[in-house]
């Protein structure tokens, strides 16, 4: 577990913060909570799993509103958490394979 976190952790360690106006693509009451959130939280690597389990505002929904250059970056925190077990409602295996895999196309 330790060296697939530090693998994690170097991955990562030269992604740049994406700016507080790119945290989001979407719009509406959790986008704009999870701008208030995430705003100047330029360390993923200070995310501790209780802010991530709840954020945005209680709802623990962030993964579904990154923009794609913020979901790049605050991944890791959510990969660590999750293999250490301290997630309860993200769920970053999940997230990244509906919102990151292209979709099949149905045939017939």
């Not at 330029?42 to 991530?52: E, V």
């Not at 999750?82 to 409602?89: F, G, M, Q, R």
Request: proline residues 6%; negative net charge.
């Amino acid at each position: 577990m330790d060296l697939l976190i530090a693998q994690i952790r170097n991955a990562f360690r030269n992604t740049s913060f994406p700016g507080n106006d790119d945290l989001t693509d979407s719009f509406g009451e959790e986008a704009e909570a999870l701008v208030a959130e995430f705003c100047d939280k330029t360390n993923w690597a200070q995310l501790d799993a209780g802010f991530l389990n709840q954020a945005p505002d209680g709802w623990g929904s962030a993964l579904s509103f990154f923009s794609g250059r913020a979901l790049r970056f605050y991944l890791p925190a959510y990969l660590i958490a999750d293999i250490e077990a301290k997630l309860v409602n993200p769920d970053p295996a999940t997230r990244l394979c509906v919102f990151v895999t292209p979709m099949m196309e149905k045939s017939g």
